[in-house]
């Protein structure tokens, strides 16, 4: 969608499609690119009057012009405006440097600075405490010969944030941290090429690629000072649970809880990443696709994956506030975030009026959404109880009988 808009409100990620006013005064020769740079940034916001920008192809407005009632609201409970944005795409942006050096050493064959590489950690685990949206929106923006780099700091960044919502100790957040940083760290060996190649690979380009987690592994061996989980995830973080993966086709119980982790932050990071020459998948349809496929993730931690990101694919069962299951509805039309219908009380074991529940953002109290599995409830068929719900229609269980009930609306916090 093209969407005009001052030159003042432009930020980093934005595709710019044009300019008004005459084309000598605008300060670019090319008319479409992407705002990957601060310097791109200064130059496109000393513009006299206004630029076109495409969202489908980059970043929106934060806040639209002519934003309705239900926007500001949004505004206000914490989403992110435009100087969380502005800092984040600076921190991403030097991170995304330090990353190159990084990958530069190791074709140079230098020692990797550890040292670099946990400051950095900090300053991204830092950032995220209060500005986590913000952080995650800019890295899915990847500059074509920057992709690799920043990719590593958008997997960093999850790894942090996952681990967090884990109740994973703090030493192990920053050990996890390290391994997402480093996890493709055996790119470094495999040509620009074929890591940047807008077409299909061939057979023998993918086979480079995919010893690229034991050419990292052989590195990071030769790195004093690493955490063993570093090399454990950069090894193993494309195996997969039904043992599809490689480099060695590990199964279940062979797969350490961190390569887990780092496979659901790797593959969302990938599938929703934005280039100039590809428009990538939303979080909701990267996310609705992960959890459509049987036998790769860890089934606990993509739960825990989407709680900490506060997206569900529709139709999903979850116990909210303890005693209530809900199953997750399409997005609400007003960008509020995941609504969830309450239908049955699991303390009376009937079911209830239906109510729809839109949760706060940052609730993080262990029972305010939890995973549950629709066999432990339902005996009937899941998927055409689901549908009467999400539809609206009450649904008797000994009877399967429907009818409609219109639902209230809340809010909880
Ligand atoms: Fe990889």
Request: proline residues 5%.
């Amino acid at each position: 969608m093209l969407k005009r808009i001052r030159c003042e409100d432009a930020t980093m990620g934005m595709f710019v499609r044009g300019f008004e006013g005459k084309w000598l005064s605008h300060p670019f020769w090319k008319n479409h690119f992407l705002i990957s740079s601060e310097e791109k940034l200064a130059r496109v916001r000393t513009g006299q009057i206004a630029v076109i920008i495409d969202t489908s192809r980059g970043l929106d407005v934060a806040v639209p012009q002519g934003e309705s009632a239900a926007t500001k609201q949004m505004a206000t409970k914490g989403r992110f405006g435009r100087a969380d944005t502005t800092r984040a795409a600076e921190l991403a942006q030097r991170c995304t440097g330090v990353v190159k050096t990084l990958f530069d050493d190791c074709r140079l064959g230098r020692t990797i600075d550890t040292a670099a590489i946990l400051l950095m950690v900090d300053e991204i685990s830092g950032e995220l405490v209060h500005n986590m949206p913000a952080f995650l929106a800019v890295t899915r923006l990847k500059a074509k010969d920057e992709a690799t780099y920043t990719h590593s700091v958008a997997v960093c960044a999850l790894m942090i944030s996952l681990a967090r919502e884990m109740g994973v100790p703090p030493y192990e957040v920053r050990e996890l941290g390290m391994a997402g940083l480093l996890h493709d760290i055996g790119k470094a060996i495999v040509s620009d090429d074929i890591l940047h190649k807008p077409t299909p690979l061939t057979r023998e380009e993918w086979a480079q690629i995919k010893r690229h987690p034991t050419f990292g592994y052989e590195m990071l061996s030769r790195t004093p000072g690493l955490p063993p989980v570093a090399l454990d995830v950069c090894l193993h973080h494309h195996e997969r649970l039904d043992g599809t993966g490689y480099p060695s086709s590990l199964i279940e119980a062979d797969i350490s809880r961190a390569v887990r982790m780092a496979s659901v932050c790797d593959v969302y990071d990938a599938m929703t990443s934005i280039r100039s020459y590809k428009k990538g998948m939303s979080p909701l349809e990267a996310i609705t696709a992960m959890d459509a496929v049987d036998g790769h993730f860890d089934r606990t931690i993509l739960f825990r994956f989407m709680r900490n990101i506060g997206v569900y694919p529709a139709g999903k069962l979850v116990r909210l506030g303890g005693n209530r299951l809900a199953i997750t509805l399409p997005p609400h039309p007003n960008g509020l975030g995941c609504v969830f219908r309450a239908f049955y009380s699991t303390t009376d074991t009937r079911f209830t009026r239906y109510e729809d529940i839109i949760l706060a953002e940052h609730v993080s109290c262990d029972d305010a959404v939890a995973a549950e599995d629709p066999i432990t409830w339902f005996h009937a068929d899941w998927s055409t109880i689901g549908a009467a719900i999400m539809a609206g229609r009450r649904v008797d269980c000994n009877a399967l009988f429907t009818r409609n009930l219109p639902p209230e609306i809340a809010t909880a916090s």
